[in-house]
Structure formats: structure tokens, C-alpha cells
T-cell receptor, first 113, second 119 residues
């Protein structure tokens, strides 16, 4: 049962344009969401997070939007840079689970010149 | 800040031997550490949750006698793969919960991972 889904396994975006990565979840108890970036043979790097009491969080080029009614979140990267090319995972957790994260399957972003 | 290290980064061992992987939080104390396994082109699979000073909590389907976890201090957790077999070959990643000093404890910071190859 995949509680966190990233339906696009890959995405290609031109440098300078906006990258939009999407994530859907099914468990309505999730109240905290995170995005991680991962290069091959490395551990994930934390990018940005959002609590369910908010609908938007921004940090530099990265913005995460949360739509609780649709159980959907998205990560916007603008402007996209070649160094952003990596696999992006969304993750979710809820209070009372000892901070356990449930990860999506990942989206491979390729930023082209 | 929030740096997590793992050692070794890569290990090759013979079938039947045991391998220990260390996970350290370098600039913060982590009451909770997590061990994940990643299969090729798959998401991260949580193996166990490790709390300092207590027994680890294993996810369903993970053999606790095969994957021994010790969380001896607030900055160190170890995973020992006992009697390793080729099917244990994988990429193992640890993470540490940063604790309230860095916001919500749900934010996990990951180590760089350990590539285990069992011959």
C-alpha cells in the first residue's frame, strides 16, 4: 500500500524554467511533509518541509505547496539549474509515529542546458 | 549544520561474515536514528527505528537477529549485518532526527550511505 505517491518517475526541464514536482498521499493523518534531493550512491539531502497548518513554505528557489483537501503537495524550483538534476523524494509523517517517514517513489529531474 | 556521517562508505565481504556500519550525528544529538535500505531504482525502505538506550523497533519483515542495531549514545548508532548473504547486498542509509533544537523532530538528516556487496 503506497501511502505516498509520486506518479511522474521522471521530468525534464530547461535551465532557467520552473520545475514542478508533484506528490500525492492517501493517509489523512499525515501532518508534516518533506522534500529530499538525492544523488546516486549518496544519502538524501533535506530541502524543505511544510506543516499541515500551512499551505505554502518558501526557501530561496524552493517553494512547497500543500493542498490538504486534495491530499497533494508540490515542489517548485525556480529558476531550475543543471545542479538541480537529481532524484527528488517527498516524504510524510504524522505526530505519534516516532518521526517515522513514509517516502514516495521518487522523481528523477533532469535540467537541460 | 545537521551533518550525519556513515562509515564505511563501501564494503565488500564474503558470505557468512558479519559487517558493522556506523552512523554518527556530528553536530547535534539524536535521540532517534533510523536505518533504511534502498534497492536499485526503488524508494527508501525503513528497516528499523533506533532510540538511544533502548531496543530498536523493527519494521515488519525485517529480521532483528540478522540486522542488529545498537544506539549506544546520542551521536552513534550501529547496524550489524550478521552472517551476510549475497541477497543482503544493498545500499544502507542511516538518518538522525535533529530534535527540538532544530524544529520538528520529524526532520531527518541522512548519512551518505554504505554500499554493501556480499560475495
Amino acid at each position: 500500500d503506497q501511502q505516498v505517491k509520486q506518479n511522474s518517475p521522471s521530468l525534464s526541464v530547461q535551465e532557467g524554467r520552473i520545475s514542478i514536482l508533484n506528490c500525492d498521499y492517501t493517509n489523512s493523518m499525515f501532518d508534516y511533509f518533506l522534500w529530499y534531493k538525492k544523488y546516486p550512491a549518496e544519502g538524501p539531502t533535506f530541502l524543505i518541509s511544510i506543516s499541515s497548518i500551512k499551505d505554502k513554505n518558501e526557501d530561496g528557489r524552493f517553494t512547497v505547496f500543500l493542498n490538504k483537501s486534495a491530499k497533494h503537495l508540490s515542489l517548485h524550483i525556480v529558476p531550475s539549474q543543471p545542479g538541480d538534476s537529481a532524484v527528488y523524494f517527498c516524504a510524510a509523517s504524522y505526530t505519534g509515529t516516532a518521526s517515522k517517514l513514509t517516502f514516495g517513489t521518487g522523481t528523477r529531474l533532469q535540467v537541460t542546458l | 549544520g545537521a551533518v550525519v556521517s556513515q562509515h564505511p562508505s563501501r564494503v565488500i565481504c564474503k558470505s557468512g561474515t558479519s559487517v558493522k556500519i556506523e552512523c554518527r550525528s556530528l553536530d547535534f544529538q539524536a535521540t532517534t536514528m533510523f536505518w533504511y535500505r534502498q534497492f536499485p531504482k526503488k524508494s527508501l525502505m525503513l528497516m528499523a527505528t533506533s532510540n538511544e538506550g533502548s531496543k530498536a523497533t523493527y519494521e515488519q519483515g525485517v529480521e532483528k537477529d540478522k540486522f542488529l542495531i545498537n544506539h549506544a549514545s546520542l551521536t552513534l548508532s550501529t547496524l550489524t549485518v550478521t552472517s551476510a548473504h549475497p541477497e543482503d547486498s544493498s545500499f544502507y542509509i542511516c538518518s538522525a532526527g535533529a530534535g527540538s533544537q532544530r524544529g520538528r523532530t520529524d526532520t531527518q538528516y541522512f548519512g551518505p550511505g554504505t554500499r554493501l556487496t556480499v560475495l
